[in-house]
């Protein structure tokens, strides 16, 4: 039995390895007992943008925060290039969906945070902040406070220092979710031009939403969570060249299959 | 068993002393500041001298309190208002203030549909004025609780020259049994007091529960307007912060735009604006010609070459002032350390602090002056065998401390408990050290709270020091004395009957601690307001 | 009326614009139809579509919006390109223009410049923090300005 475990686990790990990032087999519950999910499967590939979508309630960010470390499973395993997460890392960075900056601190003490984590030296350290900040679009910010920005900026100050901290992954808790449209989609349009540059050391990214449409424009490939407790009840893989025209056919082909996932068949008791 | 009805009822009358008088300070605090915001002038004077009194210790209004009470109206009347009076200046300020602030904050809608539907005074206050101040109310009820308990050992008994004054309560009842050497009812005295301490507090926690579950108002929703920036003005901020300096100050600086009254107003309606903004330049008026008429009167009554006197001591006065700033603030830097541990350990381990944070309460509750003398007992011969010489200066110092540890204690805790729950998935996300994470986010991200702290445990932390610099007999045949302290002096000088020297020494203390607390305190504050504010960091976009 | 930078027109607002108007409508449609399509209010769509006009990114007339052939290279370019592109339009409308004649200033001098052009934008009670924000979203951003301690100057 015992033996059979670790096989399990070495296959497991030998599996996931091939992934930047794997969650096996995720059960949890909340602390009061209610079950959110069961046997929950997702894998991010090499630079795959994976979204995460489910009607509300269904545990999106819990589920986010059990990829990232912060919460921990009751069962299943989270891997990053197949070595097994336990604890919140600086190679994963949660994206949270209001705005964090620190108003004490200017934008280059913002982004610096995420350096003397690592050891680097003061130098190095405000060297790469400011080089950071400069990919985001904000030379010229490093010593203005975050109450000084509009909200768009401090997304930016936000991301710089999630940069800084050179990620394997980013997870996005419905980062526009707050936002109107034409200010998200100039936001969304800014952002993934900078995860997708090369100067980036990100290799995937995960994204959770309720937005389906905004899923449909950025992701490669689309989980669909559903029942209680949840599980993967349908993955979609969109194959359209970017940028996607949310009016086009094959677009609105992939939201009906998504809807199709959301809204099962009815089974007829008899 | 009489005698242990006698303490029952001796503890019952010191507690219903401090809660009639917390009601006593609801109940008018209620009046004036509806005069407050409706007047301007008024306004201004009340709120000067609510900031004044409460950045002086109460413990200087002692010889004045004299004076007055005991010396003029005399009898047991006098004295028991002289101690009423002190444990009064005790709980009021911050009860009145967090009325205030309430009224000032009541949503302009709130009062539009008051307006509209032309509500009296009785019904505006009874609907929506007072059931908006509960939670301000609760949550200031703590410290005014304890602050009350704390005096009653003073104010309860206390000598001037050959005179012995005393009330009935646990102070008085425990000082008797204290010199008839009862032991054994006194820890009984101590566990009764602590029994009612415990169901008072049990009392309050579920009052103020109760209230801000009941009566706290959610703004959070509709202000958030898209994409702007808005400073969240939510529940949690509004209740559990309700001594939180920014709201204290917003309550000053937010001038509220109220609709000026059209035209269509009836005549009536115009005059009930008048009188009511008269009546309240008159009550502000009366409040400032009484404290200068007393002062003058007092003035008056002190002979030419006692003033010399008196001037020519004042050097002297001040030596002995500064020496006891060095002890507030060895104080201070001690409760600072011991709270930020102990504090953040408690604020992130849910378990510890569902029994400890009660605990705290209770005994910042339970007045360190009844318990004291037992531990200087029972610990005298040890410390006094390592510490020598300096035994009484670490006893008055200890004292200090257990005295006002408390408050900058419970800031702090607050302070942790109101930051953003994702600036600690960030510092988890960054994995940040202990130190790291206390340097660049959670002491910045309390800055307010830490402030208001530290002013509230100077300022009691000098009554420590009042009681603690000179306690004769704490033990029987010992005493409890410094070489040199302002508090000293004060105590002295009444204990022999020489009030016009006491009232001098006090009457500078309360000057330059009033000065000093308000530019400092006015200085942080403005600086935790411009860039301190922890739920300024988390935009809702 | 001087041609300004609304207080509430944000960078991420002019992309969003430019990327809707380019890629959704080829570049030219009706204003409602836009509401509808972002299903934003006029609250939050008229602040960037009169800013866009004045910086010349679109031409909004009649209840049309078409997008210019500034617009169309500003969505092509790289962000180096797109911050000439905003620093160049900028100083042809205020505050900016005032900002460039003063070369260097602060907040208050640029108030009262602005007043005396008759540009009554930031005399709102929140108008101080408005230009601000503006000064630093527009300003500072594409490399026009920079700040520091004393204020704002022009580079």
Redesign the interface.
């Known amino acids: 039995m015992d033996e059979d475990l670790i096989k399990d686990n070495a296959m497991q790990r030998a599996r996931a390895a091939q992934y930047v990032l794997s969650a096996v087999g995720i059960d949890f519950s909340y602390e009061n007992g209610y079950k959110v999910f069961e046997d929950v499967n997702i894998d991010v590939g090499q630079n795959e943008f994976v979204a995460i979508v489910g009607p509300s309630g269904i545990g999106k960010s819990t589920l986010l925060?059990i990829l990232?470390g912060?919460l921990k499973p009751d069962k299943g395993a989270v891997y990053l290039f197949g070595k097994q997460i336990k604890?919140?890392?600086?190679d994963?960075?949660?994206i949270?969906q209001?705005?964090?900056?620190?108003?004490?601190?200017t934008a280059l003490e913002n982004v610096m945070?995420?350096l003397?984590?690592r050891n680097v030296s003061d130098e190095e350290a405000e060297k790469a902040a400011r080089n950071a900040l400069e990919t985001v679009g904000l030379q010229g910010f490093e010593d203005l406070?975050?109450?000084e920005m509009?909200?768009g900026m401090?997304?930016r100050v936000a991301i710089a220092r999630a940069l800084a901290?050179s990620p394997l992954v980013f997870l996005m808790d419905e980062p526009f979710a707050?936002?109107?449209e034409l200010?998200a989609e100039g936001l969304r349009q800014d952002i993934y031009n900078i995860l997708f540059s090369p100067d980036t050391p990100l290799k995937g990214v995960v994204l959770v939403s309720h937005n389906l449409t905004e899923v449909v424009e950025l992701a490669d490939e689309i989980y669909v969570l559903n029942n209680v407790p949840a599980t993967v009840v349908g993955k979609v893989h969109v194959d359209l060249p970017r940028p996607r025209n949310p009016r086009s056919e094959e677009f609105n082909q992939i939201l009906d299959a998504l809807y199709n996932y959301l809204t099962p068949p009815k089974v007829r008791k008899i | 068993m009489n005698e242990i009805l006698l303490i029952t009822l001796a503890a019952l009358a010191t507690a219903g002393r401090v809660l009639g008088l917390i009601l006593i300070s609801i109940v008018t605090g209620w009046f004036l500041a509806y005069a407050a915001i409706k007047g301007k002038i008024f306004e201004n004077i009340y709120i000067s001298i609510i900031e004044v009194f409460e950045s002086v210790p109460v413990i200087s209004f002692f010889p004045i309190v004299l004076i007055i009470f005991v010396t003029r109206i005399g009898g047991p009347l006098g004295v028991e208002m002289a101690a009423d009076f002190l444990v009064f200046t005790a709980v009021v300020w911050n009860i009145w203030m967090g009325e205030y602030q309430a009224f000032k904050t009541v949503p302009r809608e709130m009062l539009e549909v008051a307006e509209n539907y032309q509500m009296s005074f009785f019904t505006k206050m009874r609907r929506i004025f007072i059931p908006f101040s509960y939670p301000r109310i609760a949550a200031n009820l703590f410290p005014s609780v304890s602050d009350g308990f704390f005096y009653i050992t003073v104010s309860e008994v206390f000598s001037v020259g050959v005179h012995t004054y005393q009330t009935f309560g646990i102070g008085t009842v425990l000082d008797s049994l204290a010199a008839s050497d009862k032991t054994g009812l006194i820890y009984m005295a101590l566990l009764i007091l602590a029994f009612v301490i415990i169901i008072i507090i049990l009392g309050l926690r579920e009052f103020s529960r109760y209230a801000v579950s009941r009566y706290t108002v959610d703004t959070d929703a509709p202000i958030?307007r898209?994409?702007?920036?808005n400073v969240k003005q939510t529940t949690r901020l509004l209740s559990v912060v309700a001594r939180n300096p920014l709201s204290r100050l917003a309550g000053y600086y937010r001038s509220r735009v109220m609709s000026r009254p059209p035209e269509v107003f009836e005549k009536r309606e115009m005059r009930r604006e008048k009188i009511s903004r008269y009546s309240s330049i008159a009550i502000g008026f009366t409040i400032l010609g009484l404290i200068i008429y007393s002062s003058t009167d007092l003035i008056i009554s002190v002979s030419h070459n006692e003033w010399n006197h008196l001037f020519s001591i004042t050097p002297k006065i001040l030596l002995y002032l500064l020496y006891d700033y060095a002890r507030v603030g060895v104080i201070l830097a001690l409760s600072f350390v011991i709270a930020i541990f102990l504090g953040y350990y408690l604020a992130m381990h849910s378990r510890a602090e569902g029994i400890g944070v009660p605990i705290i309460q209770t005994l910042s509750a339970y007045p360190p002056p009844i318990y004291f003398p037992f531990i200087f007992g029972a610990s005298f011969t040890a410390i006094h065998s390592v510490l020598g010489p300096f035994t009484d200066e670490f006893y008055v110092l200890a004292l200090g401390f257990v005295s006002t540890f408390y408050y900058i204690f419970y800031s702090f805790w607050m302070g942790v408990k109101a930051l953003?729950s994702?600036?600690f998935?960030?510092m988890?996300?960054?994995?940040?050290?202990y130190f790291?994470r206390m340097r660049?986010?959670i002491l910045?991200?309390t800055?307010p709270y830490l402030i208001s702290g530290i002013s509230s445990t100077i300022n009691s932390a000098w009554g420590g020091l009042m009681i603690g610099e000179y306690w004769p007999d704490i033990i029987p045949g010992r005493n409890l004395s410094v070489h040199y302290g302002l508090m000293k002096f004060i105590d002295i000088e009444t204990n022999v009957g020489n009030i016009a020297m006491a009232a001098w020494g006090s009457f500078l203390f309360g000057i330059v601690v009033a000065i000093y607390s308000i530019i400092f305190t006015r200085r942080m504050m403005d600086l935790a307001r411009k860039?301190?504010?922890?739920e300024?960091?988390?935009?809702?976009? | 009326m001087t041609e300004v930078v609304d207080p509430?027109a944000?960078i991420a607002?002019l992309v969003g614009l430019l990327y809707v108007m380019n890629n959704i409508f080829d570049g030219k449609t009706d204003l409602y139809r836009l509401e509808k399509e972002m299903e934003v209010d006029i609250d939050?769509l008229m602040p960037i579509v009169y800013t866009a006009s004045n910086l010349g990114f679109v031409s909004a007339e009649s209840g049309d919006i078409i997008i210019t052939e500034k617009g169309r290279e500003y969505v092509k370019s790289g962000i180096k390109r797109r911050k000439e592109i905003i620093r160049e339009s900028l100083k042809n409308i205020e505050p900016f223009r005032t900002a460039v004649r003063l070369g260097h200033f602060d907040l208050d001098q640029l108030l009262e410049s602005l007043n005396q052009e008759g540009v009554q934008t930031f005399n709102s009670p929140s108008g101080n923090h408005d230009l601000e924000?503006i000064l630093i979203e527009w300003g500072v951003y594409s490399g026009l300005l920079r700040k520091d301690d004393e204020g704002f100057s022009v580079n």
Do not use: C
Request: proline share 8%; aromatic share 12%.
């Open positions: 925060r990232g912060f604890r919140p890392t600086p994963i960075i949660l949270h209001s705005i964090v900056t620190f108003p004490w601190l945070l995420s003397k984590v406070y975050p109450k509009s909200g401090r997304q901290a707050h936002l109107d200010t | 958030i898209r994409g702007r920036l953003p994702e600036y998935e960030v988890k996300n960054l994995n940040m050290g790291r660049s986010i910045p991200g800055f860039r301190y504010v922890a300024e960091g988390v935009f809702a976009a | 509430n944000r607002d939050d924000v």
